[in-house]
T-cell receptor, first 114, second 115 residues
């Protein structure tokens, strides 16, 4: 079982470059999420998609855009990367919108912006 | 606003000793509660969850957690720690009356295990 798959696993960008982080899940989940993880900050929600066709901002959406391409895929785009966006990015999914459902996480994308 | 507090940033425990990681939440009603573990270079893995009923819940890898409503706490415990338990642990809450939102995570506690 693949679960939640994120690509790439590592990436180095220069300031101002653009980049799309890919996420796909094979669990037929409706809801998908993008978080960033920074030392001492825990996980902060960037954007989420409660269901196919909908997206909403989370706690730290500035500088990012998302696309829910279909039920399986939810991508995160950095249009003009900044050093402050150096982070580890995690995609997660869960069956529906109920908060009694745990989120399933991918292994992360480690992004460095020089 | 809802929040989750993990008071301990870093804990070191000797192998074989018992472990307790603290988690406190701030919310008007009892939320759904979760503990996740993150090994180095990996994603987050669910250890256990609490929805209602018995306040002591069992999880994977020998972990358990106790919900205490009066203290707004959901502390994670393990009777005997193994070196492989060294990881970062996150407590998370899911507001029960806000379907469609995401889980709220604490900032994490890093566990080191000494021999």
């Amino acid at each position: 079982n693949a679960g939640v798959t994120q690509t790439p696993k590592f990436q180095v960008l220069k300031t101002g470059q653009s980049m799309t982080l890919q996420c796909a899940q094979d669990m037929n989940h409706n809801s998908m999420y993008w978080y960033r993880q920074d030392p001492g900050m825990g996980l902060r929600l960037i954007y989420y998609s409660a269901s196919e066709g909908t997206t909403d901002k989370g706690e730290v959406p500035n500088g990012y855009n998302v696309s829910r391409l279909n039920k399986r895929e939810f991508s995160l785009r950095l249009e003009s990367a900044a050093p402050s966006q150096t982070s580890v990015y995690f995609c997660a999914s869960r069956p529906g919108t109920g908060n009694n459902q745990p989120q399933h996480f991918g292994d992360g994308t480690r992004l460095s912006i020089l | 606003a809802q929040s989750v507090t993990q008071p301990d940033i870093h804990i070191t425990v000797s192998e074989g000793a018992s472990l307790e990681l603290r988690c406190n939440y701030s919310y008007g009603a009892t939320p759904y509660l979760f503990w996740y573990v993150q090994s180095p270079g990996q994603g987050l893995q669910l250890l256990l969850k609490y929805f209602s009923g018995d306040t002591l819940v069992q999880g994977i890898k020998g972990f358990e957690a106790e919900f205490k409503r009066s203290q707004s706490s959901f502390n994670l415990r393990k009777p005997s720690v193994h070196w492989s338990d060294a990881a970062e642990y996150f407590c998370a809450v899911g507001p029960y009356n806000q379907a469609g939102t995401a889980l709220i995570f604490g900032k994490g506690t890093t566990l080191s295990v000494s021999s």
